[in-house]
Structure formats: structure tokens, C-alpha cells
């Protein structure tokens, strides 16, 4: 159970992960492949609809397309076709369009690639300025009061698609300062970055924030402040010590936003990856959607290869050697303004769904469409005149108890695949930047489309966050050295995952799983919003943001009040447990 780094052990450990690699690469491909027979729809069908929205081919037509696309010979002849000719840079040809596919998905990549290192800068600034305070309080010895991450929160919980509605309008069209539409300069970047960057930055810098008082915390620190060290050399080296926890969090954070950010690539009219993978999935293009999915797989591998490289040269010395110290969080004393906090959002959660509850979420008036709120409808109207608090009261449970049911799912899964590093690095990496879209067209092909095939949808991709987590948080807490001790003194693997292994990772990897619930709503909104998930007329919270997106310039009343009810769920449930975590002393 002790941690190693022989010749032997490292070299298994690459071959592990290669394997794992290859293997879910295949996986995937295979998996792709299958998407035209599997979703029960003519594959002829819907490619002759995409070229030509022809709804009523005939049958001459139909049997044209086949024998052009040889779609009688099955899957895996496709596949075989197309295997054969990447090694000679060929992908084939677009089924719908008939232009070559490498050409295509480069272009793609590269305007993808281009929007993920300009959300990056802002997930970094974003981040920058949620630690600020620890970071300045922490490096001075100042640091007495625990942090209930509020802020975080509620920025981390901002559904993309609608903050990038937001300031396309505002920032695009109104005032004019970026273009609300198009690539076509460095300026086309600037508002979807923010739209990107700043809900990952912050959940990023949230979990950060939270582990920075156990670097403070260590001897190094205290001795350092004691010698008289600038401030400034103490936060870098609580920032060296903290970062390699949360690097592995990039890949299905950041880099995952390549293929992820299909909602903002739409509303910016943006070629990426995300947007191209999912046009072609609709449109069962499979050269297209194979290229451009195997472009997100190699992707996925080679941040994943990078990001491990930048954590060892972070850790050094001591991860190698198995002396790396634990990091353990100080008892800091909980803000007496936290309980209210917390008591206020309850209660304001509690009303909203109580009053909501005794009204009717279905009953459709077109004389009241888009009524601002008032003292018969306080959260106003739909486009088709139903009451908004009605369907935010009803749609609460089942948006709560699916979304806690995924998170909870992929939160174990991960645990569980993130304990067996060696075999889970490869999936991990292959999953991290797969879209959520895509595994739900996939699990509709199967299932057929319900909100239980989306969450398992989501629970295909959702788990790879926390178990990229639980490997880089057990990989250093099996370097510390009270780990070899406990060995030494005979300790079994039970007592080291149960005594040291598991309470290391279990309270991060909670604060990232609360983190992460709002992102787990809107993931199943937007299947929803696809026809993928939950089917109207259910009123769920993800379903009233899609569905009310394109009122928000005119009625931005519509999408208020579940976007607020979202960030007051987030909130509720980072308070809590900072709550929790102050008894748990």
C-alpha cells in the first residue's frame, strides 16, 4: 500500500495507462459507430432530410443514398474503411456535405482550441481573485475565520448558455464593445471566453480556496513566517503545495470546453468542435462525427499526459521519495453570519416551492404570454402564459432529486475507478472531454429518449471530474510519510483506507460534488432541450432556462427565477456543509 516509484512499478504503471487508453479510445469509436443503426431512425433518412430538409423522400431516393453511402454493409465495414485511412491523413468524406472530413475538423479544433486557451486566461483571473483573500490573509498568519465560498457559489452556478445570452446582448448589442456573433478576429473571442471561463474559474478557484488553509497550515509555512520571509514567497509556496490536487480538474474543466461548449459555440455562431460533433451526431454524418471525436479523444490524452507531468514537477522530490507531508486543515471558526446565510436561502428556497406547489404549472393562458411579475403571477409568465412560480415550485423535486441522484452516482463512481489509478487514467482521460451530447444520443439510441436515459447519460461522463480527484489525492496522501510509518507498524490495506486513504479524499471530493450540482442540472437541461431527457410539458429548472433563453432579452423575467433558485440551491449546499464541517470538529 505504500507508495513506490521503482523503474518496474513506473514502467506498469505507463503500460497500464496505455492499455487503458487504447481500450476506451476503441471503445468509444466503436460505440460512435453504432449511433446510425443504433437510434432506430433511417440512417438515409435523416442524412438525404440534412442535405436537402427533404421530410418525405421516396423510396428511389432512399435507396440511392444507401447503396451511395454502402450503408447495407453495416457498422463495421464503415469502420474498418476509416481506420484504414488515417494513416495516410484520410478521413473520408462528409456524408451530408461530400467535402473531405480532415479539412473540416482541423478548422474546428483550431477555433476551439483558440476559445478554450482564452477561457482558460479567464479561468484563471477568475480564480486569481476568489483565493485573493486567503492567499493574502493566509501568507500573513492572519488567517482565523473560515470561508463559506458564497461567492463561488453563486458564480460557479451561472448556467453558461445563459450568461453568454446576457452579454452577447448587453456587451455585443447594446453597447457594441465585441462582436455579439461570428469568428473572425482575437475580439470574437473575448465574450465567449467570459461566458466560459468564468463559471469553471470559479469552481475551480472554490476548490482551491478551501485547501489553501492546510498549506498555510504546515510547519514550512509557520517557520517561514517565523524567519521573516516576504508574504509573498509563503503564498507561492501554499499555492506549489495546493495546485497539484487541483490540476487534474483542468481536463474535464477546461480542456473538456472544446467539445463541452456546444450551447455557447450556438449562441456566438461559433465553427467549433463542440458545435460540428453535434450538428453531425444529429445528422448522423459518421465520418464527421468519428474524426471529430477522435480528435477530442487524442486531445483528452495528451492534456491528461501533460497535466501528470506538471504535477510531479510540482510535488518533486518528495513525491518520489514518499516523504510528502499530509495536508490537514486547521479548526478555523465559522462566520456567525453563515447560519444566517444558510437559514435565509432555506427558507427563501422553501416559500418559492410551498407557494409554487398550490398553483397550476400546466395551465396555458395565451392572453397572459410574458407577463412581467406581478401580484397574480410574482414570477410572471411563460411565452405560452403559464404561471412561472407554478412550474419553479413543481419542477423543484424532481430537479433536486435527479440532479442529487447523477451527482451522487458519478460522485461514487469516480471514488471507486479513482482508488485503481492505474487502470482508470486512461478512461479518465478518453471521458474527460467527451460531450455530455454525445453519450446522450448514444444512450437514446438504446433507451429511447426519458430523463433516466439522460442521467445515465451523465453519468457516463460525469464521474471522470472526481476520479481524476480521488487519483491525485490518494497518489499524495500514499507519499506522506505517517503512510509508511502506519506500514511500518503493521497496518493492513483495510486500516489505511479506512483510517488515512478515505478521509483525505472524501471531504474535497464533497465540496467538488456540491460544487458541481448546478453543472449537473443544466447538462440535463440542455439533453432535455434536445428532445434527449425530460420531455415537455415537465416543469423542471433546466427545461425553464432552455425553454426561456430566447425570451431573455424581452422578458428577462422568465429565466430570473430558476436561474436564481439555482444559485440559491448552490449556495444553500456549499453552506451547509462548511456548516457541517464546523460540528464535525
Not at 53 to 74: C, I, K, M, S, Y
Not at 446 to 462: D, F, K, Q
Request: net charge positive.
Amino acid at each position: 500500500m505504500s507508495h513506490t516509484h521503482t523503474p518496474a512499478a513506473v514502467r506498469s504503471s505507463r503500460w497500464t495507462a496505455a492499455a487503458g487508453r487504447v481500450l476506451a479510445g476503441t471503445a468509444l469509436l466503436g460505440a460512435v459507430a453504432l449511433l446510425p443503426w443504433l437510434s432506430g431512425a433511417d440512417p438515409a433518412r435523416t442524412v438525404l432530410r440534412a442535405r436537402s430538409a427533404d421530410q418525405n423522400p421516396t423510396p428511389a431516393e432512399l435507396a440511392a443514398v444507401r447503396d451511395q453511402l454502402g450503408l447495407d454493409e453495416g457498422p463495421w465495414v464503415h469502420l474498418a474503411h476509416w481506420l484504414g485511412g488515417l494513416p495516410h491523413g484520410e478521413a473520408g468524406v462528409s456524408w451530408v456535405s461530400g467535402e473531405p472530413v480532415v479539412p473540416q475538423v482541423g478548422t474546428a479544433l483550431s477555433v476551439s482550441l483558440t476559445l478554450m486557451l482564452g477561457a482558460f486566461a479567464v479561468t484563471v483571473l477568475v480564480a486569481a481573485l476568489v483565493v485573493a483573500r486567503t492567499v493574502f490573509l493566509g501568507s500573513r498568519r492572519r488567517l482565523r475565520q473560515d470561508r463559506a465560498g458564497t461567492t463561488a457559489a453563486v458564480l460557479a452556478s451561472l448556467p453558461k448558455f445563459l450568461l453568454a445570452s446576457v452579454l452577447a446582448t448587453v456587451c455585443g448589442v447594446w453597447w457594441g464593445w465585441f462582436p455579439s456573433s461570428g469568428w473572425e478576429g482575437p475580439q470574437s473571442m473575448v465574450l465567449p471566453s467570459l461566458a466560459l471561463g468564468i463559471p469553471s474559474g470559479a469552481m475551480l478557484g472554490g476548490m482551491l480556496d478551501q485547501a489553501l488553509p492546510a498549506a498555510f497550515h504546515e510547519p514550512w509555512a509557520r517557520t517561514a513566517y517565523a524567519v521573516g520571509l516576504p508574504s509573498g514567497h509563503i503564498g507561492r509556496g501554499a499555492l506549489r503545495r495546493t495546485l497539484p490536487g487541483l490540476l487534474p480538474q483542468l481536463l474535464p474543466t477546461v480542456v473538456a470546453l472544446v467539445g463541452g461548449a456546444v450551447a455557447v459555440e450556438k449562441i456566438f455562431n461559433i465553427p467549433g468542435l463542440g458545435r460540428l460533433a453535434l450538428d453531425s451526431a444529429v445528422a448522423q454524418d459518421l465520418p464527421v462525427l468519428q474524426t471529430a471525436t477522435l480528435a477530442l479523444v487524442l486531445l483528452g490524452v495528451a492534456a491528461g499526459i501533460l497535466i501528470r507531468a506538471l504535477r510531479h514537477a510540482l510535488l518533486g522530490r518528495p513525491l518520489r521519495d514518499g516523504a510528502l507531508p499530509a495536508l490537514h486543515r486547521p479548526a478555523l471558526t465559522v462566520p456567525r453570519t453563515l447560519r444566517w446565510v444558510t437559514a435565509a436561502c432555506a427558507l427563501l428556497l422553501l416559500t418559492l416551492v410551498t407557494a409554487g406547489l398550490l398553483r397550476d404549472p400546466l395551465q396555458v393562458d395565451t392572453a397572459a404570454r410574458l407577463l412581467s411579475p406581478s401580484g397574480e403571477h410574482p414570477l410572471g409568465t411563460d411565452a405560452l402564459g403559464r404561471d412561472l412560480l407554478a412550474r419553479l415550485g413543481h419542477g423543484a423535486l424532481r430537479t433536486a432529486w435527479v440532479a442529487l441522484v447523477v451527482t451522487a452516482v458519478s460522485a461514487l463512481t469516480g471514488l471507486l475507478l479513482g482508488m485503481a489509478p492505474r487502470a482508470s487514467a486512461g478512461p479518465t482521460e478518453v471521458v474527460s472531454t467527451l460531450p455530455a451530447v454525445l453519450a446522450g444520443l448514444l444512450i437514446a439510441g438504446v433507451t429511447g429518449p426519458s430523463v433516466w436515459g439522460a442521467a445515465c447519460a451523465v453519468c457516463l461522463v460525469g464521474w471522470s471530474p472526481y476520479a481524476a480527484q480521488t487519483a491525485a489525492l490518494l497518489e499524495q496522501e500514499r507519499a506522506s510519510g505517517h503512510i509508511a510509518a502506519s506500514v511500518a507498524l503493521g497496518a493492513g490495506r483495510l486500516h489505511l483506507l479506512r483510517r488515512h486513504l478515505l478521509p483525505s479524499v472524501i471531504p474535497a471530493l464533497l465540496r467538488n460534488a456540491l460544487l458541481r450540482l448546478p453543472t449537473t442540472v443544466l447538462v440535463l437541461a440542455s439533453l432535455g432541450f434536445l428532445g434527449l431527457g425530460e420531455q415537455p410539458p415537465t416543469p423542471e429548472w433546466g427545461r425553464l432556462l432552455s425553454e426561456n433563453q430566447p425570451y431573455a432579452e424581452l422578458a428577462p423575467w422568465t429565466v430570473l427565477g430558476p436561474a436564481a433558485a439555482l444559485v440559491v440551491l448552490s449556495v444553500l449546499a456549499v453552506t451547509g456543509s462548511v456548516l457541517g464541517r464546523g460540528k464535525g470538529r
